[in-house]
């Protein structure tokens, strides 16, 4: 995943688990609609997405080197349990990351452009 706003270009673990979280961001869910993606609020992960905003350009990669475009169109805030606000909506592309001390997640939608 490539994020130019925050410089940023990570490659993506196909699972989450504890291990995979420390040095990596990881596909969280996926369905017809679209995908998630979540990594720790370390600066070399995903500590900076907090400053994303409308607008801003995301490209994935995947795995046949199939390239795709995607624009922010907007940043929530939500609590750890709310799992279901998560993977709710018509979003193309999300990004989740924990805030300070993991009391909430910052959420950062995209669609496809």
């Known amino acids: 995943i490539s994020i130019p706003k925050i410089d940023k270009?990570?490659?993506?673990m196909n699972e989450l688990t504890t291990e995979n979280l420390e040095i990596s961001p990881c596909l969280y869910y996926t369905d017809e609609r679209g995908i998630i993606i979540g990594a720790h609020n370390y600066d070399s992960l995903f500590g900076q997405i907090?400053?994303?905003s409308?607008?801003?350009?995301?490209t994935f990669t995947g795995?046949?080197?199939?390239?795709?475009?995607?624009?922010?169109?907007?940043?929530e805030i939500i609590?750890?349990?709310e799992r279901d606000v998560l993977v709710s909506g018509e979003w193309d592309i999300?990004?989740?990351?924990?805030?300070?001390m993991g009391k909430q997640r910052v959420v950062v939608?995209?669609?496809?452009i």
Do not use: Q, W
């Open 63 to 75: 795995v046949n080197n199939n390239e795709m475009c995607y624009e922010v169109s907007g940043i």
């Open 109 to 112: 939608r995209c669609n496809k």
């Open 79 to 81: 609590n750890p349990d």
């Open 50 to 52: 907090v400053h994303l």
């Open 9 to 12: 270009e990570l490659p993506v």
């Open 94 to 100: 999300t990004l989740f990351t924990c805030t300070y």
């Open 54 to 58: 409308a607008g801003d350009k995301i």
